[in-house]
């Protein structure tokens, strides 16, 4: 190990900011604070919370995570100058991540700026930070394709005007580990604050140039979970830490048994589906199919797990099944930081047992979509719609056709509707019969068979919409895609109910 390592690494989380980047995604108010919950959890040292100048909306999530108490230093992008600052301030952040171009290519075609106004803009933004008491970390933007004396300038008088940490952004992905370690050493002969890292993934080296920065001095990473970010994404939480801890031996605040279920988290929240290969938190990350492996690991898993499956919230394989039992599910769940009620426990296991009765091998991420479902669930006093009966029809020759019984505020109604398929003629006919207590819409709908076979769990996310504009996001995981629909789009509309009556909007 390099002695200029240091021993403990920072970590820099921007998944609801760069992540919320990612193409096709765009989260929902009480997704970006469920994920923030999750990553304080996790125990990361900053959450980049968003880019407050960028909407109201965003202002409004920023400050809501700036006042719950995470205990997680927030923080908010801004480009340099004093509007987008402002914005941030007004959010009442820990943190400013004030940003610039540097390439030449950047400022001529992305800001129209010469170097002189690239640095008199650096450093005004950075004093106005401080000028307000709060922590800056400035980014010379694409760094790795800025011209070094030039680079070296910017970041001198960066730290002239009191910027408390460098970040250096390879924007585009395009270093290598040799190249990111010369260029951090090369900074480091000019800056004396914190160094920090920012590497995109577009030729895959992501992760590898994080580390070849933090082995030159960088003392902090920016990551994201599941390596979500602009284009390709950016340098993966779950890699960086784990390499930090069980490669270099360095520390980071990460409590890694919550790696696998803040993954699944992301993943379902955000849409974006992890590949089954993906190292540390990919379906098959822990599975092992050939003979030897099998025999291998069964008998010394050293043989073929470098990592502890539990070590990351994970298990090789199966765990709960058939045969598992209610306090081995307890244990596995607090495991990895989740606690169920008795109630929901009871359900959880019940579950469990069902698809084991069924044949089926019930996987860890089978269990974590039926957790997660079963504790989204709106609870059985507070429901104002519930589901008595249902019937779907489908056919070659037959219009898809759906009947439902359901109990809306204590009374019974029944309506039919047909569809495109099974799932769109039972949501339609549950809307219809609903529509009289509001007029709540469905804005999205994704499904996910987390685990191969036709006897998967299918999770149902869906995303819906009352006559405000309110969105609230609801799921469920069964075996039955049908049910599984229907259940997740009950319990978003109850939850769209209960949430405008406690408004006081009673209709
Ligand atoms: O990739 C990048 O350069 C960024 C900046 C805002 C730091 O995300
Ligand atoms: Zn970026």
Redesign the pocket.
């Known amino acids: 190990m390099p002695a200029k390592t240091a021993k403990y690494i920072r970590i820099f989380d921007?998944t609801l900011r760069?992540g919320e980047q990612t193409p096709g995604v765009s989260l929902t108010f009480e997704d970006k604070i469920e994920i923030a919950r999750q990553l304080s959890l996790l125990g990361v040292d900053t959450i980049e919370a968003g880019f407050p100048a960028s909407s109201d909306g965003e202002r409004k999530v920023i400050k809501e995570i700036a006042k719950a108490g995470l205990g997680t230093e927030i923080c908010g992008?801004a480009r340099a100058n004093r509007n987008d600052i402002d914005a941030a301030i007004e959010c009442d952040v820990d943190a400013v991540?004030v940003?610039i171009p540097t390439s030449p290519v950047q400022m001529k075609y992305a800001v129209n700026l010469t170097p002189e106004q690239v640095v008199s803009a650096t450093v005004e933004s950075v004093e106005y930070v401080k000028k307000h008491g709060l922590i800056c970390e400035f980014?010379p933007?694409?760094a790795t394709r800025s011209e070094l004396p030039f680079l070296k300038q910017v970041c001198q008088a960066a730290e002239k005007a009191g910027m408390d940490r460098l970040?250096v952004?390879?924007?585009v992905g395009i270093m290598i580990p040799r190249t990111m370690n010369k260029l951090i050493e090369d900074i480091k002969t000019v800056v004396t604050v914190p160094i920090s890292i920012?590497c995109?993934d577009d030729f895959g080296m992501a992760v590898a140039n994080s580390l070849a920065a933090v082995e030159a001095g960088a003392t902090q990473v920016h990551c994201t979970i599941n390596g979500l970010g602009?284009r390709a994404g950016n340098a993966s939480l779950e890699e960086v830490v784990m390499a930090l801890h069980m490669i270099y031996k360095l520390k980071t605040g990460v409590n890694t048994r919550l790696l696998y279920s803040t993954s699944r988290m992301v993943a379902t929240l955000t849409g974006i589906s992890v590949q089954a290969n993906k190292a540390i938190v990919g379906e098959n990350a822990f599975a092992h199919e050939s003979g030897i492996h099998t025999r291998g690991v069964t008998v010394k898993p050293l043989t073929f797990e470098p990592i502890k499956p539990e070590v990351v919230g994970r298990t090789r394989k199966l765990v709960a099944g058939k045969l598992a039992g209610t306090r081995g599910i307890k244990a596995e769940l607090e495991e990895i930081g989740i606690h169920p009620s008795e109630e929901q426990l009871k359900e959880i296991v019940q579950r469990v047992k069902d698809l084991g009765d069924k044949g089926k091998l019930v996987t860890d991420a089978d269990l974590l979509a039926l957790t997660s479902a079963v504790m989204g669930e709106v609870i059985a006093e507070e429901k104002v719609v519930d589901l008595c009966d249902l019937a779907v029809v489908t056919g070659i020759k037959v219009i898809p056709t759906a009947s439902v019984r359901l109990v809306l505020d204590g009374k019974e109604y029944i309506a039919a509707e047909t569809g495109v398929g099974p799932v769109d003629a039972v949501l339609k006919a549950i809307q219809k019969l609903t529509h009289n207590l509001a007029k709540i819409r469905l804005k999205e709908y994704r499904l996910e068979a987390i685990t191969g076979g036709s006897n998967a769990v299918a999770e149902v996310v869906i995303k819906v919409e009352d006559e405000k504009g309110h969105i609230v996001s609801a799921r469920a995981a069964r075996e039955d895609i049908v049910m599984a629909s229907v259940e997740a789009m009950i319990n978003g509309i109850n939850k769209c109910l209960i949430k405008s009556r406690k408004l006081g909007n009673k209709k």
């Open positions: 921007t760069d992008l991540h940003f980014s933007m694409d970040n952004p390879d924007t920012h995109h602009e």
